[in-house]
């Protein structure tokens, strides 16, 4: 009989961890034809038997995992998410970007003039995820508020930015695009995640989110605002402060009133947002709603 003490600890697993099963397969003795083949690859190894079409639904399972597990680890009881062109510069490259426009026809000048107008927003940005981030809010040993973008440029990276410079961590959504794009500089490493599926992706922005602001911007931040707002408007989710920045921007690309008149939503419809313009206006919001020490 062995006198293994960890054979009798009561503790113990008696199966061993996937890892370790990972490491007896690197130390098979004798390769053959049989062991060489991918057909003996254990199924969690083997990349192309998980990429197969049939093992779409076990990539979604892990895609909505992942991200659940680390940040759970990480501590984040809940964020504040913000949403917002990926296409705005930040405030000090507004007068380069503008002499850069001078060489082109009068359209795309007129184009880089916008884009530049909306340049105070990166700021905002980056105020509203400083000012969340200096809080420091800690409920039940979960930090709460906790910034998140998108991950990229713009105004994706003027929150993390604000998060960063007040010496907090932040966290950033990537996605895999056909061309080529990476995480910001800002955000945090060990909560840096990246997605293959929209789906999933647009899951995690909101199942810690307390709070939305939403910028300027495309079609992804449309697509996210609304579906934000259809989430809340059928009941699927709870309400929470939406803090939509830029009313001359917004009330310009998108008819908000004539969608009441028009009866394809109701007038109440219309405060599920709050119009913004300042971080400060904002977090204002936020404090109001949860009843928070401003």
């Avoid at 009798?8 to 061993?16: A, G, I, N, T, V």
Wanted: aromatic content about 10%; proline content about 5%; glycine content about 6%.
């Amino acid at each position: 009989m062995t006198d293994n003490k960890s054979e009798r600890d009561l503790s113990d697993r008696k199966f061993y961890a996937a890892d370790q099963e990972a490491e007896f397969g690197k130390t098979l003795l004798h390769q053959t034809p049989q062991t060489a083949h991918p057909a003996y690859r254990l199924a969690f190894q083997d990349t192309d038997f998980l990429l197969r079409d049939e093992l779409r639904p076990v990539r979604f399972q892990l895609e909505l995992l992942k991200p659940e597990m680390l940040l759970d680890e990480a501590g984040v009881g809940s964020t504040l998410v913000v949403y917002g062109s990926a296409r705005i510069p930040p405030p000090e490259a507004a007068e380069t970007a503008l002499e850069g426009a001078k060489e082109l026809p009068e359209d795309e000048c007129r184009v880089v003039e916008n884009l530049v107008k909306k340049s105070k927003y990166y700021a905002e940005a980056y105020n509203l995820a400083k000012i969340a981030s200096e809080k420091s809010i800690v409920e039940e040993g979960k930090r709460q508020f906790v910034v998140c973008s998108g991950g990229g440029p713009s105004i994706m990276e003027a929150a993390n930015k604000g998060a960063s410079d007040s010496g907090a961590e932040s966290i950033g959504l990537n996605i895999i695009l056909p061309h080529e794009q990476a995480p910001n500089s800002y955000v945090t490493p060990y909560l840096s995640l990246n997605f293959h599926y929209f789906a999933l992706r647009k899951m995690h922005f909101l199942l810690r989110a307390k709070a939305v602001a939403v910028f300027p911007g495309g079609f992804g931040t449309f697509d996210e605002f609304f579906e934000l707002l259809t989430l809340i408007q059928t009941g699927k989710m709870k309400p929470m402060p939406i803090l939509l920045f830029g009313k001359e921007f917004w009330t310009r690309v998108v008819d908000f009133e004539a969608l009441a008149e028009e009866g394809t939503i109701s007038k109440k419809d219309l405060d599920l947002f709050r119009w913004c313009e300042t971080a400060e206006e904002a977090w204002a919001h936020i404090a109001a709603f949860y009843d928070l020490d401003r």
